[in-house]
């Protein structure tokens, strides 16, 4: 977490205009240059201010907290207080819990919180008849914009992808635009642990932040970040997640799934060097090589 940037006079004024008198404020951004999230604590409890990087994320965050959050378990999604579109930012209920990112689990514990982590998506995906007819044309729509971005990330990449992961990458963006009809809802966009908070008050249930990349889409890409990362090296956990959601993966989102996590490794890859994220460098490079040891 960051814990400089003290938030601006005019967030704070809005936040207590809705709250009443703020009595501490705490930087609780994610690290990363642009994330810029206080937790304020006012007479009536703690709330969250935030101020949203675009303006696409704004409408994404703000849409998705008035649509899908209020059919969720309470206290797994954070409620909107309020919003500003000037200033771009939201008024946050907080979300039941510790971050899963400071806990130490078990293995079975582990195990526990993917299995209520799929359970949890499920229920924020909602299903192809909770999406309007433009909703389904959107996801429809990012599928064909993820294929297509592929020159983009090897073009921004350069020299950081190999003449083989770049032949790699190429061939999953084509043959994502083969791929047949998916599944599609309302998905996060940002579906992982750094994301996610546990409450062992109750029945250790998962809670969800951070909704600023929610949009309608093929449900499979949802889980990108997971089956890239902690499902790789522990599959046992996703079979949790699936067990959790409620149902396997179909053969096309298991092709979709592939072809996605080739173009997010790309992107992961050209975003993290210059931008010294590590992590999902190597998330990415371990994505590469797994997807050249399928093909061989």
């Not at 999604?77 to 078990?106: F, I, W």
């Not at 999902?280 to 997807?291: D, H, K, N, Q």
């Amino acid at each position: 977490m960051s814990v400089g940037h003290p938030i601006p006079p005019a967030l704070r004024e809005w936040a207590q205009g809705i709250v009443g008198p703020v009595r501490s404020e705490r930087n609780v951004s994610h690290d990363r240059p642009n994330s810029r999230v206080w937790e304020l604590t006012c007479d009536t409890g703690r709330v969250f201010a935030k101020l949203s990087p675009s303006p696409a994320f704004f409408a994404r965050e703000t849409r998705a907290l008035r649509e899908v959050a209020p059919g969720l378990q309470s206290g797994t999604v954070p409620l909107l207080r309020g919003t500003d579109p000037h200033q771009r930012a939201l008024l946050l209920s907080p979300v039941a819990g510790r971050p899963v990112k400071s806990l130490s689990l078990t293995p079975a514990e582990q195990h526990a919180l993917h299995r209520q982590a799929g359970s949890w998506l499920r229920r924020f995906h909602g299903g192809e008849n909770d999406l309007c007819l433009q909703d389904r044309r959107d996801a429809v729509a990012e599928i064909a914009r993820a294929a297509g971005g592929a020159d983009r990330h090897l073009e921004r990449a350069g020299d950081l992808i190999s003449p083989t992961e770049r032949q790699t990458v190429r061939r999953h963006a084509a043959a994502l635009e083969h791929i047949g009809a998916l599944p599609a809802g309302y998905i996060h966009g940002d579906f992982q642990a750094r994301n996610w908070l546990l409450d062992t008050d109750r029945g250790h249930s998962v809670g969800a932040v951070d909704l600023e990349r929610a949009r309608p889409h093929a449900v499979v890409a949802d889980v990108i970040p997971l089956a890239c990362g902690p499902w790789a090296e522990h599959p046992v956990l996703g079979e949790a997640f699936w067990t959790g959601y409620g149902r396997e993966l179909t053969g096309e989102e298991e092709r979709a799934l592939r072809c996605l996590s080739a173009l997010d490794a790309a992107s992961a890859i050209s975003w993290g060097v210059p931008n010294g994220d590590r992590e999902i460098v190597e998330r990415g490079r371990a994505t590469l090589a797994r997807l050249e040891v399928q093909a061989a």
